[in-house]
């Protein structure tokens, strides 16, 4: 269930049974022809459809994230490191605060990747509560399923190209990205970045059927779904 569906009554009517609830974070940043909201709308979705059935709260998702090399598109928005740990801190704070315990963060975005080092140091300073980091795309399954489709998948690719994830007019090119020289990029400026990507993806098609979407999609849900099922001890 998502708490922007329930009131503060029925959340601690919940925490009478259930201590766990799911976090989604991600990003606002560019993702060539695709929503800049591609990493907040896909981390806040599969959190949803995957706790949907469990009657576990989702929170909104946090749409700000960690991209620094980005900023040369407009649109983007980056969040310093030291300002995302601060504000995962307070949000797990809080989370205690309440009573819960168990609490899965549904990351979108791999510049978020470091608040995983800092959960283990925020449950060491809090050890009677859990906390999983669960980069969704990346899981073991779902990144599986990403190669069983097509090996070549990147930022921006088909990979991230949902229904929701696409913007109304907006058309997508119909022949796929050279690959980009990743050791290269990481030396470069955002002004340079830019020059670089043209668009922003970094390799590949830009756009599978839906069908091979929804597959990948299921094996997705289902695999974040057992993270908060189960695994907790």
């Known amino acids: 269930m998502k708490i922007r569906d329930t009131n503060w009554m029925m959340i601690e009517q919940y925490l009478k049974t259930d201590d766990r609830c799911v976090v989604p974070i991600g990003c606002t940043e560019q993702h060539a022809y695709l929503s800049l909201a591609v990493d907040a709308i896909l981390a806040e979705n599969v959190a949803a459809d995957a706790a949907e059935p469990l009657g576990v709260p989702v929170f909104p998702v946090i749409p700000f994230g960690h991209t620094p090399t980005f900023m040369a598109y ?22 205690a605060t ?97 020059a670089y990507l043209g668009d922003g993806n970094f390799a590949g098609e830009y756009q599978k059927s839906d069908e091979l979407m929804d597959q990948l999609w299921q094996v997705a849900v289902e695999e974040t779904r057992g993270l908060i099922a189960g695994g907790w001890a």
Do not use: C
């Open 74 to 95: 407009p649109g983007t928005i980056s969040l310093r490191l030291e300002t995302l740990i601060a504000m995962m801190r307070d949000v797990l704070d809080s989370l």
């Open 98 to 194: 309440h009573g819960f315990k168990r609490i899965l963060i549904v990351n979108g975005h791999g510049g978020n990747t470091p608040i995983s080092y800092f959960v283990g140091e925020w449950m060491a300073d809090n050890p009677s509560i859990k906390v999983k980091f669960h980069n969704w795309w990346a899981a073991p399954k779902t990144w599986a399923k990403v190669m069983a489709i097509d090996p070549i998948a990147s930022h921006a690719s088909w990979m991230e190209n949902f229904r929701a994830t696409r913007i109304a007019g907006a058309a997508q090119p119909t022949m796929p990205r050279t690959p980009i020289d990743n050791t290269k990029l990481k030396l470069m400026n955002p002004a340079e970045t830019r």
